[in-house]
């Protein structure tokens, strides 16, 4: 877990009206490990994609931990843009335009990302659409996915199923719901189904 102090420093780099919508509750995520332990952490050398650059703290914090990340950014907004690239490019230790790229849609990462392999994914809600991120997980070679999404988009049991099969692990929030779907298993496991007998619940059973 990333230590308050350093995230007080990190915090004070950033600069920007509409990065300071999201910065307090990027600095409460980053300090409570929201989208699991996994998530920002790559290997020397890999690519971190962030669908969704929201504060732009984790970029900061991503390159603070390894000076040898490249991020890759899906951002449609070219004012979130600007306002993370005049904040972080003034920092004499990164060097911004090798380590970071800010894409407008997840279809331009591929002229970035040319080994098709990416490190680590963070999906935010607010730009989750299953279609895309499958196409995704078929098209690159991903060790770890997290983000959050909503039930009413996608069944959890596909999204569980399609990342069990097509990354090495994967830490999904579910809106409306308090535990994640997480897994960290290298192998492909059984299903297992559990079936409980219900008699004269049929009213109630959508409920259960």
Partial sequence: ?????ELAV?????????????????????????YGLKSLLVGAG??????????????????????????VIVEPNATIQKEIAASISRIDYLDFDRQVVFC???????WHIINKTIGAVRVDVAFFAWPAVEKLLKNFNIKHIAGEFDPCDVDPLSVFRTCR???????????GHPVP?????????????????????RPWIDRC
């Fill in 1 to 5: 877990m990333i230590r308050n102090s």
């Fill in 181 to 201: 779907i997480a897994s960290a298993s290298p192998e492909y496991r059984c299903e297992v189904s559990v079936v409980v007998p219900a008699y004269k619940v």
């Fill in 104 to 110: 407008s849609s997840l279809d331009e990462i591929s």
């Fill in 10 to 34: 990190l915090t004070k780099i950033l600069n920007g009206a509409l990065l300071s919508k999201y910065l307090n509750e990027d600095r409460y995520r980053l300090e409570h490990n929201w």
């Fill in 165 to 175: 099969t097509q990354t090495k692990s994967f830490w999904w929030r579910v809106v």
């Fill in 46 to 71: 890999e690519v971190l994609l962030l669908v969704g650059a929201r504060s732009g703290l984790e970029i900061l914090y991503a390159l603070s931990v390894s000076k040898d990340t490249q991020v």
